[in-house]
Nanobody, 123 residues
Framework: QRQLRESGGGTVQVGGSLTLSCAVS????????MGWFRQAPGKEREFVAAISWDWKLDYADPVKGRFTISRDDGENTVTLQMNFLKPEDTAVYYC?????????????????WGQGTQVTVSS
């Protein structure tokens, strides 16, 4: 079973930037897709971004042009660079791993999850 650990959350002002990182333990990191999701209080967990094993990228519309997902297969990490942050980006952000190589926006398609990291954007 893979273990995922996020880092890099915090509080930032509107328009600021944060970088989230996710370290993944276990074998085969380079063969499966990774994703980032977020969950705001009282809301369902929602898709943010995903990256396939061969760097096909997918972004939710609200973050397109502001967030960038990337992966380092040598370090078993996936990163979410978040720029021009807005108050509506405030949420707990989760890193997730699939058992498949292709990207997905569906929560149930991801089999392993991190514990989450809080991102707060203050106005």
């Amino acid at each position: 079973q893979r273990q995922l650990r996020e880092s890099g959350g915090g509080t930032v002002q509107v328009g600021g930037s944060l970088t989230l990182s996710c370290a993944v333990s276990g074998r085969g990191f380079a063969t499966y897709a990774m994703g980032w999701f977020r969950q705001a209080p009282g809301k369902e967990r929602e898709f943010v971004a995903a990256i396939s094993w061969d760097w096909k990228l997918d972004y939710a519309d609200p973050v397109k042009g502001r967030f960038t997902i990337s992966r380092d297969d040598g370090e078993n990490t996936v990163t979410l660079q978040m720029n021009f942050l807005k108050p509506e980006d405030t949420a707990v952000y989760y890193c997730a791993a699939r058992s498949e190589s292709s990207v997905s926006r569906i929560v149930a398609d991801y089999t392993d999850w991190g514990q989450g990291t809080q991102v707060t954007v203050s106005s």
